[in-house]
């Protein structure tokens, strides 16, 4: 378990003094091995429901009281630790952590009580100093319980003052927290802190809801410590500049002064979470026009420092085996696991990984921990453990997937997330289920069932819902985020000895430009893509430019006459030099309930799965396109619809009768299609053969497939456009079992002509 003073360190290694063997050593948190029977401290484990109280008797001088943060809360595992724990006893404080199991806020009557007993025992007094101490939910926590210390200080990072709707009905963050019971004592901190001596705030003046809350805190007491542009991460980003520590150091210590934190934290310009908060800030003011003042000057200082600096020694990565421990997962027996050893070797230093699972093969690399254990999912594999973070052992190429316009945040059911292997630019695990995530998905899934080789997958969702023609660019301020994050992917992964290479962008543009044409579509994709694929292998260091695919739009519930959509559909037939592969029509798909044109999650993560198809066919130089309409000519009285395909074609059967998908327009007189069947098939085409009631008559008369349509009354969740046609092809769903995939006959339209054009070219 890593709490905020982790992450720029290596993992815990104090040798142990209690005499136990290495094997048991490991399991043990340090804290415990203080204050266990035979260890050199008192102190004291209590578990009250979703709390426990975690006290270690160090110096009578110094008392630390750590409340967890919500990202602490909830850790499953045995070797629990309170916030800023390893910290602490470095300094040599004695420390009381208040852990949670959850989004709690300390919302517990028994928890208070025993809180309350323990002043009324004289547990504070007995201590000289006594700092109360936590992030956001602890921060809150520090302030609650401040008033069992008289006189004692806090320092909180971002906190609340009470989540109590009666108290700040402006408050519509932390649902869970505020779904707490706050009738119980201690609901509103602005009434507990007056014994305090200082209370010491870290908070950005620029976020309104934590100004709020701060500003309620009775001022007398409180020393604003303004981290401007931190955003409510407040801790985060001082970790990222290394000075958490010394922060909480000049706290315990009586030294922390507005004066000294403001000098301190100069260098938060050159933190990326600073820029992204900043921006956000500008445009929530009505200040957008600064934005890009503000990004260069960020750009010119990284690139100055980077000149600068020396680029950092990386260790040789470990040969690479011919077959990867995670590409033969080996599930044990409940037999086998009782008799596994923990390690297979000790570690003089007495390091230890951070796992629940077994562990084998400990061995230690410099800063790093290098293992075999069966922590995900059953299977054996090898991780690697540096400064807080544990990856699978994988190649050294780590691969980098974008998703990038509207469709990107729409959240998708995945059935596994492949924790070890799947992370964003900064390692982070917890990370969302969007477009990116779901490719790293489906890509790691079709490896592990080929048996091949699972690679470190860096995930870029970068979602702009309803995104316009400016929006995606060359030089827009979407773009210019993106690629700072990777880059940030890049440098972040060189200090893991791993090279960045991004090998594919899924797109979705103009999802809020509706109304461009055909031609102006299809022009606006090719700048977008020629630019895009460029700056994406510039920022990531590479020389191949990554493979873009994109899904043909489905149209609107109620409207499918968007031209976006044929410009969409044909993009790879007239660009063929933009390495582009359209994966899919999404007509035969759902929306989710009350939307206009937003597919269901359940059937993006479909297309999600068809794209990763898509790019492992180019990756892999093989062919990849849908059925899309080559030809539409009069043959006697019958209309003949060629599409070039890949294999012979078929029509849905699960389609209702009559939603074939082909359309008639420009016809003066109302001739209407009255059957149709498929010729047979020919080398790379096949013919629809359609039957009419007469003969088109007019100038210039078209045939659709899957596009133009129109309602007044939408009585399910499908799209206007619809269609039947498809390929024979078809493959069993990885990643949603019992459900194939399929090649479905791309939306176009084709004006008639008189004769096969194809033999008159003969």
């Known amino acids: 378990m890593a709490d905020d003073f982790e992450e720029d360190g290596v993992p815990d290694a104090t040798p142990s003094q209690d005499g136990a063997p290495d094997a048991e050593r490991d399991l043990l948190p340090e804290w415990y091995r203080e204050i266990f029977p035979a260890g050199p401290r008192d102190g004291f484990y209590e578990k009250l429901g979703a709390h426990a109280l975690i006290h270690i008797a160090r110096a009578p001088d110094c008392l630390v009281v750590t409340f967890d943060n919500l990202s602490d809360a909830g850790y499953p595992g045995y070797d629990i630790r309170p916030w800023a724990e390893k910290f602490i006893r470095e300094q040599g404080w004695s420390h009381l952590g208040i852990v949670a199991q959850g989004p709690t806020w300390y919302r517990d009557a028994q928890l208070i009580a025993r809180m309350e007993a323990l002043r009324d025992a004289g547990f504070f007094a007995r201590y000289s100093r006594v700092v109360m101490a936590g992030a956001s939910m602890g921060g809150f926590g520090a302030l609650a319980f401040a008033d069992l210390a008289p006189g004692c200080d806090v320092i909180a990072f971002s906190p609340q003052s009470t989540l109590n709707a009666d108290l700040v009905p402006w408050e519509r963050r932390f649902d869970k927290g505020r779904a707490q019971d706050w009738s119980l004592p201690r609901s509103d901190s602005a009434l507990t802190v007056g014994q305090a001596g200082r209370v010491w705030v870290v908070y950005d003046p620029f976020l309104k809801p934590d100004l709020d809350q701060i500003a309620r805190l009775p001022q007398d007491k409180t020393v604003h ?339 976006v959509i044929l410009a969409e559909g044909r993009l790879d037939i007239h660009e063929p030099a933009l390495g582009l592969r359209v994966a899919t029509p999404t007509y035969m798909l759902r929306f989710m309930p009350e939307t206009a044109a937003t597919l269901a999650p359940q059937d993006r993560l479909w297309v999600d799965e068809m794209e990763a198809l898509a790019v492992d066919a180019a990756l892999n130089g093989q062919a990849w396109f849908c059925p899309s309409l080559r030809q539409v000519f009069m043959q006697g009285s019958e209309l003949v619809a060629e599409f070039a395909t890949m294999g012979p074609l078929e029509f849905d059967s699960s389609m209702p009768a009559g939603r074939h998908g082909f359309t008639l327009h420009g016809c003066e007189n109302a001739v209407q299609i009255t059957g149709l069947r498929l010729d047979v098939p020919r080398p790379g085409s096949q013919r629809v053969i359609l039957t009419l009631d007469g003969l088109p008559e007019g100038g210039a008369p078209t045939l659709s497939y899957a596009w133009g349509a129109t309602r007044r009354n939408a009585q399910d969740e499908a799209p206007a456009n619809h269609g039947a046609l498809r390929e024979r092809w078809h493959r069993d769903s990885l990643l949603q079992p019992g459900r194939s995939l399929h090649r479905y006959a791309l939306s176009g339209r084709l004006p008639i002509m008189p004769s096969d054009l194809s033999e008159a070219a003969a």
């Open 225 to 563: 410590l303004k981290a401007f542009g931190q955003g409510h991460k407040t801790a985060l980003v001082l970790r990222r500049m290394d000075l958490l520590k010394s922060v909480m150091l000049e706290a315990v210590e009586g030294r922390l002064t507005p004066q000294w934190f403001y000098k301190a934290t100069r260098a938060r310009k050159d933190i990326y979470l600073y820029r992204k908060v900043m921006e956000e800030h500008l445009v929530a003011r009505g200040k957008a026009h600064r934005v890009e003042r503000m990004v260069q000057a960020f750009r010119a200082r990284r690139q100055s420092q980077a000149a600068q600096s020396p680029q950092p020694a990386t260790e040789p990565p470990p040969p690479e085996p011919d077959r990867p421990r995670e590409s033969t997962p080996l599930r044990l027996s409940d037999a086998q696991r009782r008799a596994a050893p923990i390690a297979s070797a000790s570690l003089g230093s007495g390091r230890k990984p951070c796992t629940l699972g077994n562990v084998w093969q400990l061995e230690q690399y410099g800063e790093s921990l290098r293992y075999l254990s069966d922590q995900y999912g059953d299977r054996v594999m090898g991780f690697e453990e540096r400064a807080g973070v544990t990856l699978a052992q994988t190649p050294q190429v780590a691969l980098g997937m974008v998703s990038f316009g509207g469709a990107t945040a729409i959240p998708r059911p995945l059935p596994e997330r492949f924790d070890y292997h799947l992370r964003d630019e900064l390692l982070g695990q917890d990370i969302a289920p969007f477009g990116a995530e779901a490719q790293g998905v489906c890509t790691l899934s079709m490896a592990r069932n080929m048996r091949h080789a699972l690679r470190s997958v860096i995930a870029f969702s970068h979602g702009q819902p309803g995104i316009v023609a400016a929006e995606s660019a060359p030089g827009s301020d979407l773009i210019h985020g993106l690629m700072d994050r990777i880059t940030t992917a890049r440098d972040t992964l060189l200090d893991w000895g791993k090279i960045l290479f991004v090998d594919r962008i899924s797109l979705d543009l103009l999802t809020g430009s509706p109304d461009l044409s055909e031609l102006e579509a299809a022009r606006h994709y090719l700048a977008a893509i020629t630019a895009l694929k460029r700056e994406v292998a510039l920022a990531a260091g590479q020389d191949s430019l990554p493979i873009a695919v994109i899904s043909q739009k489905p149209g609107g519930r109620w409207d499918g006459r968007s031209e």
